[in-house]
């Protein structure tokens, strides 16, 4: 098959398209052809070595978590899908060396859902982690529910805008925090826009005086401690970001692979209730370019590289 590899860390660069054997389908694993996977932050910083304290590495590493595709085959005890069957998934392993930016994945069941019928292939791609890791910490870590005034860090980027809308569909209300460039996206996400900067803590004072029931940080640094400045009494603090968050009483989250929660995730967005925003897309074969999208910010929708399906 046609994958991106690399076989040594480093940025961009060191990608590149070649061929690669064909993944064995292990009896808990599911073979999908890929039509569609998406690229996020946490691909070009394993890619430069940032998780290697985190992760056993196994060279070449093919990159990418994110996926949308087609059943070719699934694992001898596999019997919730079935050939043909439409998927997306979280490929997230415990080992980096098999990844998403190639024809075919052979992905644990546990990652896999049904993709919603109505969802075109590159949407789905660009759904998994940002959508599961938005949902999970609301629901895991801030427990957000109806009545909730909620803070959202960098509401119009990925996990933030995916945040924005699982909050709203709970029935709270959500403050968005971002740059001026991404007001318009976030009141166009549901929630009152409030802009970084000079007077950031004061702004958001003035529309929840008594403090917010909950925040999500998805910044660090000094968002991180204006969120917890902003609690109301009892309020509940979370991060993906930045893992100071405990010594300022919050969690720390990461997102993981649960079928469950990305099936929830999935019948949300066969109803409208979330919607994903895909800016642009590359081929498989110009997956450097993708990243390099994606690395310089400012597009308010995800990268997504595309896998051409079989000929007939």
Wanted: some cysteine; overall charge negative; hydrophobic content about 45%.
């Amino acid at each position: 098959m046609k994958a991106i590899s690399y076989r040594h860390y480093g940025g961009p660069e060191v990608l590149a398209y070649g061929d690669h054997p064909d993944p064995k389908v292990g009896p808990d694993k599911v073979l999908v052809r890929v039509r569609a996977a998406a690229v996020n932050p946490v691909d070009w910083k394993a890619q430069a070595g940032y998780l290697d304290t985190v992760f056993d590495t196994v060279f070449p590493v093919i990159p990418g978590w994110d996926v949308s595709g087609v059943v070719v085959q699934p694992g001898v005890s596999v019997p919730e899908f079935a050939v043909g069957d439409e998927v997306m998934g979280y490929v997230r392993e415990d080992v980096l060396c098999h990844g998403t930016f190639a024809e075919y994945v052979a992905a644990p069941v546990r990652t896999l859902a049904r993709k919603p019928p109505g969802l075109g292939f590159e949407e789905a791609a660009a759904l998994p982690l940002a959508g599961l890791t938005a949902y999970q910490v609301l629901h895991r870590a801030l427990k957000v529910g109806p009545g909730d005034t909620v803070l959202v860090n960098a509401a119009a980027g990925a996990v933030g805008s995916m945040a924005v809308q699982i909050a709203r569909h709970t029935g709270a209300r959500v403050i968005g925090a971002s740059r001026e460039s991404g007001q318009d996206r976030v009141r166009e996400l549901g929630a009152e826009p409030v802009a970084y900067g000079d007077g950031f803590v004061r702004r958001v004072r003035a529309l929840a005086p008594h403090g917010v029931d909950a925040a999500l940080d998805t910044v660090g640094g000094q968002v991180l401690k204006d969120s917890a400045h902003l609690l109301a009494p009892g309020g509940r603090l979370a991060s993906i970001a930045d893992g100071e968050v405990a010594a300022l009483g919050g969690d720390y989250f990461w997102v993981r692979p649960d079928a469950a929660d990305l099936t929830a995730l999935a019948g949300l967005a066969e109803q409208g209730a979330v919607k994903v925003r895909v800016a642009r897309t590359f081929p498989l074969e110009r997956a450097a370019d993708a990243q390099r999208a994606a690395m310089e910010g400012g597009l308010h929708g995800k990268v997504v590289v595309t896998v051409d399906p079989p000929a007939h």
